[in-house]
């Protein structure tokens, strides 16, 4: 009687312990998902954020002269026939430029007053290719205008950016092109930031930038 006894109790016991061991299994199932999808969660949480500091990298952009690319094989030189590149109102200036690989160039000019023109290519040079190591000038020899510095005094800039590929830099929505230069009548910053959020995903390499600053005086 005792051992009878005694081994149903010991059976009693592992079929309880493989009920209690086997009710326990859906719960730590339960658990190992959860920690598995908060892993994931913060995985995510990790991507959103490096993707938004990426974005605000572009947007910081306040000025075209903000807009650098150091790392850049496409070499760009902007430059005038006064090397001193100081000018009273009224001269005339012209600008040259060159790069170093055959690419498409724009160039823009933030005037003393703040008006931004995009003044390469223009109505006379509507072609914005270049060819590697040949020196273009604006105006071309045979344009028929010139650049005459205007008032007030002040810092008048000029932003070259060319890339190896075609690309629109700036909207051409409203240009009539019986006008000399496209103007953008919108604020330096959201044009340098727009142009930031252009440039953002393109190969570094494969676009290139200078500035010029003109000192304009009395």
């Known amino acids: 009687m005792t051992l009878s006894g005694n ?3 010991v059976f009693n016991f592992r079929v309880a312990l493989f009920f ?17 999808e ?13 993707e938004k500091q990426s ?14 690319n150091p790392e850049s094989d496409l070499k760009v ?5 006064n090397k001193n590149t100081e000018y009273k109102i009224g001269e005339v200036v012209t600008f040259y430029f060159k790069t170093n690989k055959d690419a498409h160039l724009t160039l823009i000019n933030i005037g003393t007053s703040g008006n931004v ?8 040079q509507t072609n914005n290719f270049v060819e590697a190591g040949k020196t273009y000038s604006i105006p071309a020899d045979e344009a028929p205008f010139q650049f005459k510095l205007q008032s007030p005094a002040g810092t ?13 830099l700036l909207s051409q929505a409203g ?15 959201t044009i340098a930031r727009d142009i930031a959020i252009t440039l953002a995903p393109i190969d570094k390499k494969t676009w290139g930038e200078a500035d010029l600053e003109l000192k304009v005086v009395e």
């Open 20 to 36: 209690l061991i086997f009710a326990l299994f859906p719960i730590s199932f339960s658990v190992l998902a959860q920690e598995n």
């Open 175 to 189: 240009y009539d092109d019986t006008e000399l230069f496209l103007k953008i009548d919108q604020p330096e910053e």
């Open 38 to 50: 908060a892993a994931e969660s913060e995985d995510t949480k990790q991507i959103v954020v490096e």
């Open 7 to 9: 081994l149903t109790n």
């Open 156 to 168: 008048d800039t000029v932003k070259a950016i060319a890339t190896l590929n075609e690309l629109i």
């Open 77 to 81: 030189e902007i430059w005038t026939d």
């Open 55 to 68: 974005v605000t990298e572009e947007t910081d952009v306040q000025t075209l002269t903000d807009i650098q």
């Open 117 to 124: 023109h995009q003044i390469f290519p223009n109505k006379y």
